[in-house]
């Protein structure tokens, strides 16, 4: 065996932990059923790795867990907002971007954000310009403008 593949392998074991923001751990309802599913994930890739003996799957699996028993220890659900008068986390918000493009987005928690599937992320710059504005209003995005035009 080469000296080079006992070295990969014995360097697999160190794996940086992934990276946790410093924003608040807000998330929704479904968010916190996520994380949980996310967990037990990792934590059934973590037997089964520790099974088969393989330790770069086994390394992987350890910082998976890492990661989501840190955002599970640390998830706030945050209530659903009682009113529409103002963005808020966990409300979906329709903008009219300049291009007459209409765009609708439901802000959530970090990990459970997919903007291609219409969730963005509480710290995303998109919602920061969002939060505290109403119907109406016109906030600078991405170098452009937008009009809010329904929040539900």
């Known amino acids: 065996m080469s000296r080079a593949f006992v070295k990969d392998t014995e360097d697999v074991e160190g794996l940086p932990d992934r990276p946790i923001s410093d924003l608040p751990?807000?998330?929704?309802?479904?968010?916190?059923?996520?994380?949980?599913?996310?967990?037990?994930?990792?934590?059934?890739?973590?037997?089964?790795?520790?099974?088969?003996?393989?330790?770069?799957?086994?390394?992987?699996?350890?910082?998976?867990?890492?990661?989501?028993?840190?955002?599970?220890?640390?998830?706030?659900?945050?209530?659903?907002?009682?009113?529409?008068?103002?963005?808020?986390?966990?409300?979906?918000?329709?903008?009219?971007?300049?291009?007459?493009?209409?765009?609708?987005f439901r802000i959530v928690g970090e990990d459970e954000a997919e903007p291609a599937h219409g969730t963005i992320s509480h710290g995303s710059p998109l919602a920061r310009a969002l939060f505290g504005k109403s119907v109406g209003d016109v906030v600078a995005i991405a170098g452009s403008e937008a009009e809010i035009v329904e929040i539900r």
């Open 25 to 104: 751990n807000d998330v929704t309802a479904e968010g916190l059923r996520r994380i949980e599913q996310a967990l037990a994930a990792a934590e059934a890739a973590q037997a089964a790795a520790q099974s088969a003996g393989d330790r770069a799957a086994l390394a992987s699996a350890r910082r998976d867990f890492r990661y989501w028993n840190a955002r599970r220890a640390t998830a706030r659900v945050a209530p659903a907002p009682l009113d529409n008068s103002v963005v808020r986390f966990g409300h979906t918000v329709t903008i009219v971007r300049e291009d007459d493009r209409r765009q609708t």
